[in-house]
């Protein structure tokens, strides 16, 4: 490590950054997030994410000197135990965490080359959210697009749920929804809402090139506007008694029958 220095007070202004990097209002003005966990701060290291410093309990760094030592540039801070889990925000700490830069992204750029993207309209569950980054990522989607009124994709929650996906596919907030939905189709990108009125079986919908695959709110479902929008409307047939899927659930099979669909089309043409 490049320097380590050790607090003993949850007074200190360090502790205090961490602690408010809870709230969207706390990483807004920090322009930072907060990653917990070994494997979590690893991957992100590994990702080339951009580390301000560690936060690391007296337990950690006694059991993981070696892993600390490899990181010859970055700060750590070092706390008792009891201080962790004071600042920690899972139920069982494992010692680590990280303050990272919050992912910038070129929006223009992105636009220019997806070819295959998950949107999500006012999606409110941070598990949910989570989930679905990382079945996107799973399946070799290019990008995640937001609605601004879904939940924060840097809520702690919902990066413990990506399990490292937040650095491996940008995810774009947009201030207006159904103008970047136009500007995929006017890219050619076909827009599939997932939607139980005149649907399709999603096995019978071409998803197999150029797709956006729309998902909306857990209550509420897609608004009219996005619907008009839309060029299939595309649904998972359910021969049990459940009503419907959750929405990471739906997602996730459509992200993977899209990907399916593709490996499908890829193989016959081999042939």
Not at 78 to 106: C, H, W
Not at 140 to 146: I, K, M, P, Q, T
Not at 161 to 172: N, R
Not at 245 to 257: C, H, M
Request: aromatic fraction near 6%.
């Amino acid at each position: 490590m490049a320097d380590r220095i050790r607090i003993t007070s949850i007074s200190n202004q360090i502790i205090k950054e961490v602690r408010s990097l809870s709230s969207k209002k706390g990483r807004t003005a920090a322009q930072a997030i907060l990653l917990e966990g070994y494997r979590l701060v690893k991957d992100a290291l590994n990702s080339g994410a951009i580390i301000r410093y560690f936060i690391i309990s007296d337990n950690f760094f006694q059991k993981e000197e070696l892993f600390l030592s490899q990181m010859s540039n970055i700060k750590a801070v070092q706390v008792p135990d009891a201080l962790f889990s004071r600042i920690s925000k899972t139920e069982s700490p494992q010692g680590i965490l990280a303050v990272a830069e919050m992912p910038v992204y070129n929006n223009k750029e992105i636009y220019e080359r997806v070819k295959r993207i998950i949107a999500l309209e006012n999606i409110q569950d941070p598990g949910n959210l989570g989930t679905i980054i990382r079945s996107a990522d799973a399946c070799g989607f290019d990008a995640v697009l937001l609605s601004k009124d879904s939940a924060d994709p840097y809520n702690p929650k919902v990066i413990r749920a990506t399990m490292g996906s937040m650095f491996h596919i940008p995810v774009i907030i947009e201030e207006d929804f159904s103008q970047a939905l136009f500007k995929l189709k006017s890219k050619n990108i076909l827009l599939a809402a997932a939607h139980t009125r005149d649907a399709l079986p999603c096995w019978q919908a071409d998803m197999s090139e150029k797709v956006a695959i729309i998902i909306g709110n857990e209550g509420n479902g897609l608004s009219d506007n996005v619907l008009e929008l839309a060029d299939i409307n595309v649904m998972i047939p359910m021969p049990g008694n459940a009503e419907s899927f959750n929405a990471s659930a739906a997602a996730s099979i459509l992200i993977y029958e899209c990907m399916r669909q593709k490996k499908e089309k890829e193989k016959n043409k081999i042939f």
